[in-house]
């Protein structure tokens, strides 16, 4: 176990100095030295989101601060805009139908980046959509669609503006104020690289008003309950909290300020290119288009005549290389390869050396070391 190499989508590998915060005697998580802890993390995720406003970490899993998101605003009935061109998409979709709200789906491909000319004609046609719903990065299938354009229609409408950033946040551009977002929210798995087990979210003020008329449905979840007991001094969570996976969210933020956000982002992007590169070069297919594909994570069609088992069952079982499957209608018509949180060339060139010689073993026409060379040639002319 130990020696599997994680190159999936989250969870990522995490840093032996986090794993080591975890070791640390619990306190209590009402004391001062909590609340020191609490607010030191919350101000550097602010940070992070690149937001004025506070942030506030949950525990639980990205989806848990998905759902906080939907559930604070929605009354019965309200309408959202989901856009759906994937997996969380989908989610989005089905947690406003879960609070009774009504999910007006906006499909894309999959495969491809929502159009913002489409959200700006829905909205122009219907004035009853009270916020919209986007993933930024979506994991499924290895698109990152444009929240930066779409935050500039925004500002022209009093929809909220919604955003996941669970699997781009640290390893993408994304300026929550600057880019006119409401309500942001992020998980701890992926480009953060700490455990699973913890989230954020981030709002507006025109985000807090809708909550302050909403009523919400949820009790774990409530925004209200949190930002009175994070505003408290000491700040507080309103309950008990994963105080351990604390501990390590605040030494893997850290460790995102040492490496300073913005030459963490870029390395993302050169992983991202050296392993688009490397599929290019082992003469694969990527299944999104480049001008659409993620940053921290590269989908690529499967070889014609090769299984899923018997390529990522090779790469696992033979090299100790996790890759990612597809899902839905994706499934075993597509791998993926993620390179967010601590992913470096040297990684890279693991996974695909062994990408290489899996392929080879499985009859596919590849020139060994041309992937790989590819990677170095990137890295060295960066």
């Known amino acids: 176990m130990d020696d599997m190499l994680l190159m999936i989508p989250g969870p990522t590998s995490v840093a032996p100095r986090v794993l080591k915060a975890m070791s640390k005697n619990i306190v209590n998580h009402r004391s001062a030295i909590f609340g020191e802890i609490l607010k ?19 525990t639980g899993s990205g989806t848990a601060a998905m759902e906080a998101a939907m559930a604070n605003i929605l009354n019965r009935d309200d309408k959202i805009l989901n856009v759906v061109g994937g997996k969380f998409g989908q989610r989005f979709s089905q947690i406003v139908d879960a609070f009774e709200g009504q999910s007006k789906v906006l499909d894309v491909e999959w495969g491809t980046g929502v159009n913002p000319k489409d959200i700006k004609e829905i909205l ?80 507006s003020e025109d985000a807090w008003k809708v909550v302050e008329n909403t009523e919400s449905k949820t009790y774990y979840l409530n925004l209200k309950k949190i930002r009175k007991s994070g505003n408290s001094n000491p700040p507080e969570t309103p309950y008990t909290p994963s105080v351990s996976l604390m501990y390590a969210m605040n030494e893997a933020l850290k460790i ?40 921290t994570v590269t989908a690529v069609r499967m070889p014609e005549g090769i299984s899923d088992k018997q390529l990522r069952g ?56 041309s992937g790989v060379a590819s990677i170095q040639k990137t890295y060295l002319n960066q």
Do not use: W
């Open 256 to 295: 995102i300020m040492e490496e300073g956000l913005d030459n963490r982002i870029l390395r993302h992007k050169l992983a991202a290119k050296a392993t688009r590169n490397a599929i290019n070069a082992l003469g694969l297919e990527l299944f999104p288009d480049e001008d659409v594909s993620s940053t």
């Open 40 to 58: 030191e993390s919350s101000e550097m995720m602010a940070d992070v989101f690149k937001t004025d406003n506070p942030a506030y970490i949950l």
């Open 124 to 203: 122009d046609d219907d004035d009853q959509i009270k916020a919209i719903s986007l993933v930024h990065n979506e994991t499924s299938t290895g698109v990152a669609n444009p929240i930066k354009e779409i935050g500039k229609i925004m500002k022209n409408y009093d929809a909220l503006y919604v955003v996941d950033t669970v699997s781009s946040l640290a390893g993408d551009d994304v300026e929550v104020d600057k880019y006119g977002i409401d309500i942001c929210v992020t998980g701890s798995q992926k480009c953060i690289a700490a455990p699973p087990g913890m989230a954020a979210i981030t709002l």
């Open 314 to 369: 090779t790469m696992r079982n033979k090299y100790n290389v996790e890759l990612a499957g597809g899902q839905d209608h994706l499934k075993g018509n597509i791998f993926r390869i993620g390179h967010m949180g601590n992913t470096t060339q040297t990684e890279l060139i693991t996974a695909i050396s062994s990408l290489e010689m899996t392929m080879y073993e499985l009859g596919l026409d590849v020139e060994l070391g």
